[in-house]
């Protein structure tokens, strides 16, 4: 029988609603599945679109309200798919934001470097070498006056260096933030008293200044200069402030010529296909790298080609240090920036900042 509100007797009525205990498993695992999926295709929306934005402000043509404006647009398109992908449209919103994030990467490889900018004094010019026997011809070697960062007289001179008088390579580090961020520099001594120094750098354009972020972004053109020591190390302590350490690399002639040449290959091919500097990939420890795995065969990766600071420690567990001292001895000895100072313009400045460095005895590294 039934009783008057129409429940049968002896049963009874539960106003509870329904929760995720009354549905099928499948059910609910699917809910979560969809969420996860939601998060993770919104994550990765985010992550791809503030690359965009970062991209869009360092290399969107036009001046800097026209790059704010990209920007902005873009953020707003960003925010209207992320809230079209979660009410409903799962699907369409990731793929036309996919559409969008394709039409900036053609846009982005589209981008190419170039030597033909209004370059900063210091890297107005690109070195070109040519080599003849023995004897290899540099147009384009920097041999600056400074008297601070924007009070120089520019020298560009053409010099000629003899292979067979080529003996030595020394490695300087210059720090300026820190003991895990240094520029890196390399030296050739020849036996006649001469040292050209190669500094990989950015090529800067008039009024820029160097950041690690524009580095990634394609902001820089890669350069190598080619150098008096005079110009580059006294720019470094005597005018910037920095702090430089020198140290002797252990190498046989034979590859110190190779790489020496291989300096030479790399400005020539600068000079006609510019490339781009990349903060991580192209700097000033990396190409070095390549250029000495190239000479001497594969090497190991470590964070001193990463961290560039710690590069002595790299090179030295190599055995391409002087190991008959310890590290923090070779870093004492090679300590250069008071005497740089103290050398300042004089004519023998070289052999004065080299004072207090024991020469080595054996050139040729220990393992190989």
């Known amino acids: 029988m039934r009783s008057a509100s129409g429940t049968p007797r002896g ?5 509870r609603p329904a929760n995720d205990d009354d549905c099928p498993a499948s059910v609910v695992g699917a809910a979560h599945m969809r969420t996860t999926l939601l998060i993770l295709a919104s994550g990765l929306i985010v992550l791809l679109a503030a690359w ?6 360092f ?7 026209a790059r704010v404006a990209m920007m902005s647009l873009w953020a707003v398109f960003t925010v209207v798919l992320l809230a079209a992908t979660w009410r409903g449209h799962a699907l369409a919103a990731p793929g036309l934001f996919a559409l969008a994030f394709c039409a900036v990467l053609l846009w982005w490889h ?11 004094d210091d890297v107005a010019r690109t070195a070109t ?25 520019p020298r560009w001179e053409l010099r000629s260096y003899d292979l067979e008088k080529l003996e030595s390579l020394d490695l300087i580090t210059s720090y300026w933030s820190g003991p895990a961020i240094a520029h890196v520099l390399i030296s050739f001594g020849f036996s006649d008293g001469e040292h050209l120094t190669f500094s990989v750098e950015i090529r800067r354009e008039r009024g820029e200044t160097f950041n690690e972020l524009g580095g990634f972004f394609k902001e820089f053109e890669l350069s190598i200069i080619a150098a008096d020591e005079r110009d580059i190390i006294r720019l470094r302590t005597n005018v910037r402030g920095e702090d430089d350490y ?39 420890t990396t190409l070095v790298y390549h250029m000495v795995e190239h000479i001497v065969g594969r090497l190991p990766f470590g ?22 001292y310890t590290l923090e001895q070779l870093r004492s000895f090679g300590r250069i920036t008071e005497r740089a100072r103290q050398a300042d313009r004089s004519e023998d400045f070289s052999q004065q900042i080299r004072r207090g460095i024991p020469p080595l005895l054996d050139p040729a590294p220990a393992t190989r």
């Open 11 to 15: 049963a009874t009525h539960s106003s």
């Open 52 to 57: 965009v934005t970062v991209a869009l402000w």
């Open 59 to 65: 290399q969107a043509p036009g001046g800097a309200l």
């Open 110 to 120: 589209a981008l190419r470097p170039s030597n033909e900018r209004s370059w900063a």
């Open 129 to 153: 070498g040519e080599v003849r026997g023995s004897t290899v011809t540099l147009n384009g070697v920097r041999n600056f006056d400074w008297r601070t960062d924007d009070d120089y007289t």
């Open 246 to 284: 020198l140290y002797r690399v252990r190498l046989p002639r034979e590859d110190i010529r190779a790489l020496f040449l291989a300096y030479i290959q790399q400005m020539n091919d600068l000079a006609h296909t510019p490339r781009f500097y990349n903060t991580v990939t192209v700097n000033c």
């Open 303 to 324: 964070y001193g080609l990463l961290l560039s600071g710690y590069l002595p420690h790299y090179v030295y567990s190599l055995g391409g240090l002087d190991t008959r």
